[in-house]
């Protein structure tokens, strides 16, 4: 699975757009980049995945750059619900192990 | 539609001891991964189980062996406890025979070691 690096944290006032990045500078063709969040103290949630295409989901939405090198998942409104440890994974293996990194904390302030 | 469930929801044993965690996956799914995730760390993969057998395996000693039973639920088993075995376990569960590409993850079982 290719590296992924993400800034450890960010903030967002609530009702603004979140934008959080992702350099994938080593993905290759077949690997798709993955999206969870974890809420303290809860199990990771799976938010949105995408291969070249921008995807868009009730979450959130999925921007990837034509070459693939880097990514940005957009929360359009964000609230206080989702201040979350956000994180990004590049993997070929759908449905196979998820690496996770350190991941980017989001902290919505009101 | 029940998610995914894990028990216990905290655990304390003793080094040296052995500890089984069990899950039950989202209903419609067929294939159990485990995570351990310690403090302040992001998850990492133990195993997966498909099929009742392991299909994939992380960076883990044979102290760590798994089961899928026919209704695709699962357990964990660790032996001789470490102090470095305390964490949350986490279990997910997808539907490979549709590509797996969402897993769902459970609330997490805190095994303390002492």
């Known amino acids: 699975d290719a590296k992924t690096t993400q800034p450890t944290s960010m903030d967002c006032a609530e009702g603004r757009a979140a934008n959080l990045p992702c350099n994938h500078s080593t993905i290759s063709g077949n690997e798709y980049v993955y999206w969870y969040r974890q809420i303290h103290s809860q199990g990771p949630q799976y938010i949105i995945h995408?291969?070249?295409n921008n995807e868009t989901n009730e979450m959130a939405s999925l921007i990837i750059t034509e070459d693939r090198k880097s990514s940005t998942l957009i929360l359009p409104h964000a609230t206080l619900r989702d201040t979350a440890v956000y994180y990004c994974i590049a993997s070929n293996n759908a449905g196979n192990m998820l690496t996770f990194g350190g991941g980017t904390r989001l902290m919505v302030k009101p | 539609d029940a998610g995914v469930t894990q028990s216990p929801t905290h655990l304390i044993k003793t080094r040296g001891q052995q500890v089984t965690l069990r899950c039950s996956p989202k209903?419609?799914?067929?294939?159990v991964s485990w995570y351990q995730q310690a403090l302040g760390q992001g998850p990492q993969f133990i195993f997966q189980?498909?099929?009742?057998?392991?299909?994939q395996r992380g960076n883990f000693p044979d102290r760590f062996s798994g089961h899928q039973f026919p209704n695709y639920s699962s357990e964990l088993n660790v032996n001789a406890l470490l102090l470095g075995d305390s964490a949350l376990y986490l279990c997910?569960?997808?539907?490979?025979?549709?590509?797996?590409?969402?897993?769902?993850f459970g609330p997490g079982t805190r095994l303390t070691v002492t």
């Open positions: 189980y498909y099929e009742e057998e392991e299909r």
């Open positions: 995408g291969l070249k």
């Open positions: 997910a569960s997808s539907q490979l025979r549709q590509g797996g590409y969402e897993q769902y």
């Open positions: 209903s419609g799914h067929d294939t």
